[in-house]
């Protein structure tokens, strides 16, 4: 079974400063995708940001940005400049390309925190 | 922007019986899901579909579950004799490919008395 673990259960981190979210997974697949999703208290799940496991260049997305270490399996995900919008649970989610229907398997979530 | 919209958006129902929640997925993706969070907890797969047919399925999707795409837009997921337990939101999503990302719906916040 493939596995994520979101070692933080909770971040806090001041209104205007940088935080980073930490993932790591494990699988024996060596093509696949990885996703970083945002729930706000709404419950919607909202995509964040993506990986091509293929690609070296770390993703960014406006003050999202990931780093993703393939060989530690590891995709943290850094959220600068923290905006009180940005207080939400996220969810790193793998998604395994191995020919099936797939789905995302997700880890158990930060919660983030912004203080004003 | 298109979206997965779901309905209702809050259900409650009495143990043991039966529940059907809708979703209409995105109109041009080929692959559907249903993820259910119980409060407080990890979203978890239930079921993938694909080709109108099941793709592969969790523990947690056992006989009292079941999906259906009645038609060319609604993708459905029936719950045969809800569980206090069954107590979750359930988000469906749909994705047009393998390799994309998944556009998750609102959810439907089902609670079982």
């Known amino acids: 079974a493939q596995t994520v673990t979101q070692s933080q259960p909770e971040m806090s981190v001041q209104e205007a400063e940088t935080v980073t979210l930490s993932c790591t997974y494990d699988?024996?697949?060596?093509?696949?995708?990885l996703f970083w999703y945002k729930q706000p208290p709404s419950r919607q799940m909202i995509l964040v940001i993506r990986?091509?496991?293929?690609?070296?260049q770390n993703a960014t997305e406006n003050r999202f940005s990931v780093n993703f270490q393939k060989a530690a399996k590891s995709f943290s995900l850094k959220i600068s400049d923290s905006q009180l919008g940005d207080a939400a649970m996220y969810f790193c989610?793998?998604?395994?390309?191995?020919?099936?229907?797939?789905?995302?398997?997700f880890g158990k979530g930060t919660h983030l925190i912004i203080q004003p | 922007e298109p979206e997965v919209t779901q309905t209702p958006s809050h259900q409650v129902t009495q143990m043991g019986q039966e529940v059907i929640l809708r979703c209409v997925p995105i109109?041009?993706?080929?692959?559907f899901y249903w993820y259910r969070q119980i409060l407080g907890q990890k979203v978890e797969f239930l079921v993938s579909?694909?080709?109108?047919?099941?793709?592969?399925k969790s523990e947690i999707f056992d006989d009292q579950f079941s999906v259906e795409r009645p038609d060319g837009s609604n993708f459905t997921l029936k719950i045969r004799s809800t569980k206090l337990e069954d107590s979750a939101m359930y988000f469906c999503?749909?994705?047009?490919?393998?390799?994309?990302?998944?556009?998750f719906g609102p959810g439907t916040r089902l609670t079982v008395l």
């Open positions: 109109s041009n993706h080929l692959y």
């Open positions: 990986q091509e496991a293929y690609k070296q």
């Open positions: 999503a749909s994705s047009s490919g393998t390799g994309t990302y998944l556009n």
């Open positions: 579909f694909y080709n109108n047919e099941i793709s592969e």
């Open positions: 699988t024996s697949e060596s093509d696949y995708y």
């Open positions: 989610a793998p998604r395994y390309s191995g020919g099936g229907a797939d789905g995302l398997t």
